[in-house]
C-alpha cells in the first residue's frame, strides 16, 4: 500500500452519548452531533428505548436464525404490516441492514441479461448490488434526466425487450439533492424501465406525512427505506407489491441466508413509525423543516451558494482535503461535531462539510458555522 497523504487518512473514533442530542469523545467535552443520521432525534426517545427493553426482556436479544428458519417474531410482522398500510404498499420486508436491503433488491430486479442505470452519485450498496447480480452498469449524470432519458432510448433502440432498471436516491445522503421524482417515475415507465427508489434519507421526514418523497407515485417498483436514520433504531426494508415481495422471499439469499432483524431493533422501529405517524411526527418534521430553511438561508446570505435541496442533509462544498479538515477540525473547537466528506465518497476536489440537522438546535450552533464559513472564505 502506498504513503497516504496525512489529509486522507481516517481516524475511528469512538464517542459516548451525553444526552440530550450530544456526543464526547472522551475525555474530551461533549459536542453537538451534527455527523449522524438521527434526523428526528428520536434514539435517545423514551418510547423506543422502553420498546426495546420490554423486547428485550419477553424474549431475549437476538433472533438467532433467518426468517424462514425460527427467527421470525411478532415484532417484525407488526412493523411489515403497519410500514406497509402506512405507506400504501402490498408487501414489505425487513432486512438486517439498508446495504443488505440494497444487495437483495438488485438480485430480484436484474440479472447477467439486464443493464442497470444508476445516479452517478449513487449509494455504494447498490452499486455492489449491480456487481452482485452481474448485470451490465452505466451511470447518468447527477439527478440528470435528459441524460437518463437519452440512456434509456438508446437502448430501447438497441434492445426492445432488454430488462432495464433505474436506481436512484430521493434524497441522495452526501449532496442532500433529490431527483424530480414525478418525472423520473414518468420516463421509467415510458421506456418500460423498473425503477428502485432508495428512501434512506427522505424517510420519516419528507414527503406526505414523511412518506419519503416517492410517496402517492405510481410505478416505483422497489422502495428502500432504513430505520438506522430517521427512525432512530436500526435495519431496513424493502417495500414493493405480492409479486415482487413473494420473489424476494423465495428468490434473494440476502433476506434468506440471514439471520432476522434483531427483535429489539424491529420493536424500536415499531415505536418509532408509531411517533413519526402521530402529531409527534408532524411537530418534529415541521421544526426539521424550519431549521433546515433557516440554515439554508442564512448560509446563503453569508455569500456561500445556498446548500441544494430541502432536507436535513447541508452539503457545504470546500473543494480540496485540507479546507475541509480544518473547518471540521474549527467546528469542533466551538463544540459541533461535523465530519468531513472527502474522496473516495465524493469525486476529486469535491470535498465538503456535511451537515445532518436536528429538528431544535442551540442559538450558537448556526452562528459558529457560519463563523467558521467566513473564516474559510480568507482561505481559497
Ligand atoms: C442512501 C443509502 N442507502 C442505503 C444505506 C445503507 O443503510 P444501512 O446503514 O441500514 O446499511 C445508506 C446508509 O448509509 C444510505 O445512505
Not at 108 to 118: E, F, G, N, T
Not at 304 to 329: C, F, M, S, T, Y
Request: with cysteine; glycine share 10%.
Amino acid at each position: 500500500m502506498g504513503e497516504q497523504s496525512p489529509h486522507r487518512r481516517r481516524r475511528l473514533r469512538t464517542f459516548v452519548h451525553q444526552g440530550a442530542g450530544h456526543l464526547a469523545e472522551e475525555p474530551a467535552s461533549a459536542l453537538l452531533d451534527l455527523a449522524s443520521n438521527n434526523t428526528l432525534a428520536l434514539s435517545d426517545h423514551p418510547l423506543l428505548k422502553q420498546a426495546a427493553i420490554d423486547c428485550i426482556s419477553r424474549s431475549g436479544v437476538g433472533s438467532g436464525a433467518s426468517r424462514l428458519v425460527s427467527g421470525s417474531r411478532p415484532e417484525h410482522q407488526a412493523l411489515e404490516h403497519e410500514l406497509a398500510n402506512w405507506l400504501g404498499r402490498e408487501r414489505v420486508l425487513l432486512y438486517p441492514s439498508g446495504f443488505q436491503a440494497n444487495i437483495a433488491a438488485l438480485q430480484i430486479l436484474a440479472d447477467r441479461h439486464s443493464l442497470v442505470l444508476a445516479d452517478r452519485r449513487i449509494h455504494h450498496s447498490l452499486l455492489v448490488g449491480v456487481r452482485a447480480c452481474g448485470a451490465r452498469l452505466q451511470r447518468f449524470a447527477h439527478n440528470d434526466l435528459s441524460d437518463l432519458q437519452q440512456r434509456l432510448m438508446q437502448q430501447r433502440r438497441d434492445d426492445p425487450q432488454r430488462q432495464l432498471v433505474v436506481l436512484s436516491e430521493s434524497l441522495f445522503s452526501m449532496e442532500g439533492s433529490s431527483p424530480d421524482i414525478s418525472a423520473l417515475v414518468g420516463l421509467c415507465h415510458q421506456h418500460d424501465a423498473a425503477l428502485l427508489l432508495d428512501e434512506a434519507h427522505a424517510l420519516g421526514v419528507l414527503g406526505p406525512g414523511g412518506r419519503g418523497l416517492g410517496h402517492g407515485h405510481q410505478g416505483i417498483s422497489l422502495l428502500c427505506g432504513t430505520f438506522g436514520k430517521a427512525f432512530g433504531s436500526g435495519g431496513a426494508f424493502l417495500a414493493c407489491d405480492q409479486a415482487l415481495g413473494d420473489a424476494l422471499l423465495q428468490g434473494s439469499g440476502a433476506f434468506r441466508y440471514t439471520t432476522a432483524l434483531a427483535p429489539p431493533l424491529a420493536a424500536a422501529a415499531l415505536a418509532a413509525l408509531r411517533l413519526i405517524a402521530g402529531a409527534e411526527g408532524d411537530v418534529r418534521r415541521q421544526q426539521l423543516c424550519n431549521t433546515a430553511e433557516q440554515w439554508r438561508a442564512a448560509i446563503a446570505a453569508s455569500g456561500w451558494p445556498r446548500p441544494p435541496g430541502q432536507g436535513p442533509v447541508l452539503a457545504i462544498k470546500l473543494g480540496d482535503d485540507r479546507r475541509a479538515n480544518e473547518a471540521a477540525a474549527a467546528l469542533e473547537q466551538r463544540g459541533l461535531l461535523v465530519v468531513p466528506i472527502r474522496p473516495p465518497t465524493v469525486p476529486e476536489g469535491e470535498a465538503m462539510l456535511r451537515l445532518s440537522l436536528r429538528p431544535q438546535l442551540p442559538d450558537h450552533a448556526l452562528g459558529s458555522v457560519l463563523e467558521v464559513l467566513e473564516r474559510c472564505s480568507g482561505t481559497q
